[in-house]
């Protein structure tokens, strides 16, 4: 067993209270590689933002859980090398069993996600609270995030065709029987690329496919019913239109791409809404480089070459949405 104050650390508590009070988001971006890691710790102590490192089941399975540990402890250290000591959160992302749950607490991780988010209304509380009550039982408690409604596209194995808001008239019973730090909801936001059909939006003047607004109203009415709670948002990646087109430049396919606008996110940060995830901006941003590379040098092949300037625009894009949009930055 390692407790991930051994690794230096923190759970979501604080970070969370203090994100509400100040009207800012976390930011919750996957990572599955040194790259990736190397970024997110460099645009984080660039900016003296907070970070929540998050670790989805296939990450896990891809990277290797004692290898992750490890770059954990490493990221703190990185940090603080880097000249800025800032909290860093190791959490998993869309944990869909209790043994999963309990695994990661055991090697390490200050924070865990249950989703139960496609069970009956009384299996999700059952399940979230058999994680809380393990997570909270620890010697350095664990925190847990649990989910409500449902979100399209795919979640690790778990995919929806069709988003179902979160029902604000649930949400008082879920955190009170289950014990849940923060709750991730659904207000239309989805994951991956395409977060929404084209039939559900309009066009501008130069065809880019222009999205439907979040449901704010549900947002509002949940925060109404749970005064001050944590907020999660899942899908929250803008889908860059400049890093869709250079992907398409250099022969790649993503038709039909669309995000969340920043103008929404940058709203959302501002409200109970204090955890705010990222994946799929940062794949983009980081095939963008790679294929440009490729097609300026089809000669290369030291991966140093392709991963470094990936990893450069992943810093650079994760520096912005902290300055920008989720309004970290100065936080930590
Ligand atoms: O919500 C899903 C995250 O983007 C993680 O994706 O399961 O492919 O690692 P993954
Ligand atoms: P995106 O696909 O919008 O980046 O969402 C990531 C996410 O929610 C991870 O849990
Ligand atoms: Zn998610």
Known sequence: M???KELGLVNTKELFAKAITGGFA?????FNNMEQLQAIIQACVETKSPVILQVSSGARKYANKNLLKNMARGAVEYAEELGYKIPIVLHLDHGDTYELCADCIESGFSSVMIDGSHLPFAENVALTKKVCDYAHGKKDYVTVEGELGVLAGVEDDVSAEESHYTKPAEVQEFVSKTGADSLAISIG???GRQKFKPSQCTRNADGVLIPPPLA????????????????VLHGSSSVPIEYVRQVE??????????????EQLRKAAKSA??????DSDGRLAMTAAIRKVFAEHPEEFDPRKYLGPARDELKKLYAHKNKEVLGSAGQA
């Open 249 to 262: 430049k250099f022969g790649g396919k993503l038709s039909d791409s669309v995000g969340i606008p920043e």
């Open 273 to 278: 809404v204090c955890k705010i995830n990222i």
């Open 2 to 4: 390692t407790s991930y």
């Open 216 to 231: 704010f109203g549900v947002l509002a009415e949940i925060e109404r019913k749970l005064p001050g709670f944590p907020i």
């Open 189 to 191: 936001t989805s994951h």
């Open 26 to 30: 976390i930011p919750a971006y996957n």
